[in-house]
């Protein structure tokens, strides 16, 4: 029953992907862009716990802990460009 449970999950945040995908392609302002890119990076990471659980082995655990470190600089990386034109001072 927990796989299906499992697969069930897996299938609404690859949805939600799909949907994030759309607001980075058409999004209306950058600060859509953005906040669509941190979600992804949130729906990634769902994945790849869920993936873990489902596969029942822990290496998926410490790639989603890379992906969040990854994006969570790639989103503050993002903004600041946004705002100044410029990542490093």
Known sequence: M???ALLFAMGCFGI????????IARGP???D???SLDT????VIALLVLYGIFRETQIYYEAAMLVAMVGFV???A???FIL????IE
């Open 16 to 23: 939600g992907l799909l949907f994030n995908l759309w607001r």
């Open 29 to 31: 302002n950058p600060a």
């Open 33 to 35: 862009r953005i906040l």
């Open 74 to 76: 790639s989103t503050v």
């Open 40 to 43: 992804m990076v949130i729906n």
């Open 2 to 4: 927990i796989e299906y």
């Open 78 to 80: 993002y903004s600041r």
């Open 84 to 87: 100044r034109g410029d990542i």
